[in-house]
Each structure stands twice: as C-alpha cells, then as structure tokens.
C-alpha cells in the first residue's frame, strides 16, 4: 500500500492563512466547509489572485506535521509514501507547494495535480489523508482506501 498525504489542511496551513489576512478566526470556520471563496464570500479569481510563488512556500506549518509525517513514514517501512496536492489555476501555487515541501520535508517525494482520484485507481491499493470529504469520497470512489483528516 502506498500512502498519500494532502498538504493544504493537513500539514500546512492554508486556510489559517488566509483567515488572519481577512480578520476571521480560524476557530469559527464552518465544519465540512472547504470551499474557500465561499466561506470568505469573494470569487476564487479573487481570492487567489497576486499569490506569488513565495506567498505559498511561505505559509506556515501546522504543529503536528512532522509528527504525523514520521507516523506515515513508519507505517510505510519509511517508503512507499508520498504528498498528493493539488494546485489552483494559478502555477505559482504548485510551484510555491513544492518549495514549501523541499524545505520542510526535503526527503519527500511529491505529486502535483488536480484530480486526486485518478491515483487510486493505478492498480494496487492507495490510502490518502485529506482534509476535504470530497477528495476523501472520490478516491474511494475510484478504489482507493481514503482517510478524512483531522
């Protein structure tokens, strides 16, 4: 089995970000919520628009990151693993993931895309760890294990 962990939500926090720069409290986000620009009440073009690629290598870590990484890498015998995540429209976003990931993780290996679903269906058994009951119910869909996290 090989395991596959999200960034954004699970190892990095994107939404606490973005709360801080508009006012809000990460605290009062709306459970099973994770469309972004509907929370903030603006478009996506908006919410994503001028994200540099060192807007996102910069984003914070959450706190359990390492640990949940050293968690995966122990089941895994320390190899078959790796980041699944999936980028806006914007390339910069998965460039600045990237950056993020070589400097917190630099050992990892990492996946850029948008549709998380078309790994579980590669032919052998899959689990990915999310923080979106989406991408959780489309990987399972597709024949893949999936856990929601947190």
Known sequence: MTIFLDVDGVVCDLMGELCRE?????????????????????????????????????LPTLP??????????????????????????????????????????????AFVGADKALVASLGCKHLLVDDSAENVEAFRGAGGLAVLWP
């Open 64 to 109: 359990w990151a390492s640990a949940l990484v050293a968690e995966v890498e122990r089941l895994s015998s320390g190899g078959r693993w790796a980041f699944l995540t999936a980028p806006v429209r914007d390339p910069r976003s998965a460039a600045g993931k990237l950056r993020w990931l070589r400097a917190r993780f630099p050992t990892a290996r």
């Open 22 to 58: 508009r006012g809000r409290d990460p605290a009062t986000w709306p459970a099973g919520v994770y469309n972004l620009a509907e929370v903030f009440q603006v478009p996506s073009e908006v919410l994503w628009h001028d994200r540099s690629e060192a807007w996102w290598a910069g």
